[in-house]
């Protein structure tokens, strides 16, 4: 019989979940960063970036490059197991949420169903993702870092 001073360190694996998250952060900073570029140039107005940043898309392209530069860390982070960017995630993932209500307010007011689904699954996405996040196993993966 022998014992051991040292436990086998267990190998580290990401939960499936924090991938597809990190992989919708790169998308959809792909997506602002070529929304940006079109605005520069003039191509599309601001008004189409309303659906990832709400009432902000007004506040310029220069916004855009931002959002998408954290949300393309964010990412990077997500998948690297960093601990501050789950929580970081977790802000995101309730800024994205804040943003919808509005829309799904007037979607229900004014009866624009299309509207409604589209905004509303932001809230949906948003709470899961949320919920996702804080996970004890999904927390563990990220405290082990």
């Known amino acids: 019989m022998t014992t051991q001073l040292f436990s086998e360190a267990k190998e580290r694996t990401r939960p499936e979940g924090v991938k597809i998250i990190a992989i919708a952060?790169?998308?959809l900073a792909v997506y602002l960063v070529l929304n940006g570029v079109?605005?520069?140039?003039?191509?599309v107005s601001l008004a189409s970036g309303a659906y990832v940043l709400g009432e902000y898309s007004m506040m310029g392209p220069l916004l855009f490059l931002a959002v998408a530069a954290v949300?393309?860390?964010l990412g990077w982070g997500l998948l690297r197991g960093w601990n501050w960017t789950r929580r970081l995630a977790v802000v995101a993932a309730g800024l994205l949420l804040a943003t919808a209500v509005m829309p799904v307010s007037a979607a229900v007011i004014y009866?624009?169903?299309?509207a409604l689904v589209i905004?509303?699954?932001k809230i949906i996405a948003a709470i899961v993702a949320i919920r996702y996040l804080l996970l004890s196993e999904v927390v563990d993966y990220f405290r082990r870092t």
């Open 38 to 43: 079109l605005i520069i140039t003039g191509v």
């Open 119 to 121: 905004h509303g699954t």
């Open 71 to 73: 949300l393309a860390l």
């Open 111 to 114: 009866f624009h169903p299309l």
């Open 25 to 27: 952060c790169f998308l």
